[in-house]
């Protein structure tokens, strides 16, 4: 039954991967997509893409940093390799937990992790995840305290500096408790035992994770024209910003949400098309194209291993 359900996981990932990309393709308007790709420099469209690979790169140290941390040792290359098709599959579908989750079940039950394993893996990544963020959102909104480009949210400077000590402080306790608590935390419903990274995993994740959103953000920063009058340590605030807030809609990738915001900062000083076709490319660059080159990964894996599994069985 387990075995059946694993030779079933990939195709159902698949399918589910050709409805998304029918799906978002049918979102994408021909005029937005002639118009962006028109106003940005095709050299600044290949920076894009070097930071968003470079982005997926640093993304696959989210899994190293989690199978360190449960002493399971692992070639770079498997652990890149699902990270990075778990990963793009989260960000297009949605439900990363799930989604990610379900690729990396399916690719890391055959390197000897279980599905508590995994599992741990997800809460680990959701920690590092939200380490970075709550690091850059929050010094954002201290910093900028909802003026310049964080106007967008219309928050007034105490609000806004109040939000952004909160995130801080909730990042402290965190650091606080890596450092002093060494108790397995456990999850009676799920079955699931999470210990607590050390003081210094923890300011691993720090790094990883700030690293990651800090790419995140060069991806629409490079795409932006040059009169856009945005620093990148501003894109990199106002990207975190967005993001949570996409984040909070439970839409896959911030869908709508993400623009919106990113919209209201930059066309006062950027006209309205401009963004708009701007952020078709972004989302073309960061969440199409890395999310049709994983399904193709995918595809070609489960070919491989379905050929080794029939020459194995045959000469059995």
Same mark, same amino acid.
């Given at each position: 039954?387990?075995?059946?359900? @694993? $030779? #079933?996981?990939?195709?159902?990932? %698949?399918? &589910?991967?050709?409805?998304?990309? /029918?799906?978002?393709? +049918? *979102?994408?308007?021909?005029?937005?997509?002639?118009?962006?790709?028109?106003?940005?420099?095709?050299?600044?469209?290949?920076?894009?893409?070097?930071?968003?690979?470079?982005?997926? @790169? $640093? #993304?696959?140290?989210?899994?190293? %940093?989690? &199978?360190?941390?449960?002493?399971? /040792?692992?070639?770079? +290359? *498997?652990?890149?390799?699902?990270?990075?098709?778990?990963?793009?599959?989260?960000?297009?579908?949605?439900?990363?937990?799930?989604?990610?989750?379900?690729?990396?079940?399916?690719?890391?039950?055959?390197?000897?992790?279980?599905? %508590?394993?995994?599992?741990?893996?997800?809460?680990?990544?959701?920690?590092?995840?939200?380490?970075?963020?709550?690091?850059?959102?929050?010094?954002?909104?201290?910093?900028?305290?909802?003026?310049?480009?964080?106007?967008?949210?219309?928050?007034?400077?105490?609000?806004?500096?109040?939000?952004?000590?909160? %995130?801080?402080?909730?990042?402290?306790?965190?650091f606080a408790a890596c450092a002093w608590m060494r108790?397995?935390?456990?999850v009676p419903r799920l079955h699931l035992e999470v210990?607590?990274?050390?003081?210094?995993?923890?300011?691993?994740?720090?790094?990883?994770?700030?690293?990651?959103?800090?790419?995140?953000?060069?991806?629409?920063?490079?795409?932006?024209?040059?009169?856009?009058?945005?620093?990148?340590?501003?894109?990199?605030?106002?990207?975190?910003?967005?993001?949570?807030?996409?984040?909070?809609?439970?839409?896959?990738?911030?869908?709508?949400?993400?623009?919106?915001?990113?919209?209201?900062?930059?066309?006062?000083?950027?006209?309205?098309?401009?963004?708009?076709?701007?952020?078709?490319?972004?989302?073309?660059?960061?969440?199409?194209?890395?999310?049709?080159?994983?399904?193709?990964?995918?595809?070609?894996?489960?070919?491989?291993?379905?050929?080794?599994?029939?020459?194995?069985?045959?000469?059995?």
């Open positions: 039954m387990k075995r059946a359900l @694993l $030779a #079933l996981l990939p195709l159902a990932l %698949l399918a &589910l991967a050709f409805v998304v990309l /029918r799906h978002e393709l +049918r *979102q994408l308007h021909g005029e937005d997509v002639a118009r962006g790709l028109a106003s940005i420099p095709r050299e600044r469209i290949a920076l894009a893409v070097v930071c968003a690979a470079c982005n997926y @790169l $640093a #993304l696959t140290l989210y899994d190293v %940093l989690s &199978l360190r941390h449960l002493g399971k /040792r692992l070639p770079y +290359r *498997q652990v890149g390799f699902t990270s990075f098709v778990g990963y793009a599959f989260g960000h297009n579908i949605g439900m990363s937990f799930l989604t990610g989750g379900g690729v990396r079940y399916r690719l890391y039950s055959a390197r000897g992790l279980t599905a %508590l394993d995994v599992a741990q893996v997800g809460t680990f990544n959701a920690l590092t995840f939200w380490v970075g963020l709550l690091a850059v959102a929050g010094v954002a909104l201290v910093v900028d305290a909802g003026q310049g480009a964080m106007s967008a949210l219309s928050l007034s400077p105490w609000v806004a500096r109040g939000l952004g000590w909160g %995130l801080l402080g909730g990042l402290g306790v965190y108790r397995v935390l456990r210990s607590l990274p050390t003081g210094r995993q923890a300011l691993e994740q720090l790094a990883v994770s700030c690293m990651d959103w800090t790419l995140g953000a060069m991806v629409l920063w490079v795409l932006l024209p040059s009169g856009a009058g945005i620093s990148p340590l501003t894109m990199v605030a106002l990207f975190a910003v967005a993001q949570l807030l996409g984040i909070a809609s439970q839409v896959p990738g911030g869908l709508g949400v993400f623009d919106s915001v990113i919209l209201a900062a930059l066309t006062p000083s950027v006209p309205t098309s401009v963004v708009i076709g701007t952020l078709v490319v972004y989302r073309i660059v960061y969440y199409l194209l890395p999310f049709t080159v994983a399904a193709l990964m995918l595809l070609g894996h489960e070919l491989v291993e379905h050929r080794w599994w029939g020459r194995r069985r045959q000469s059995a």
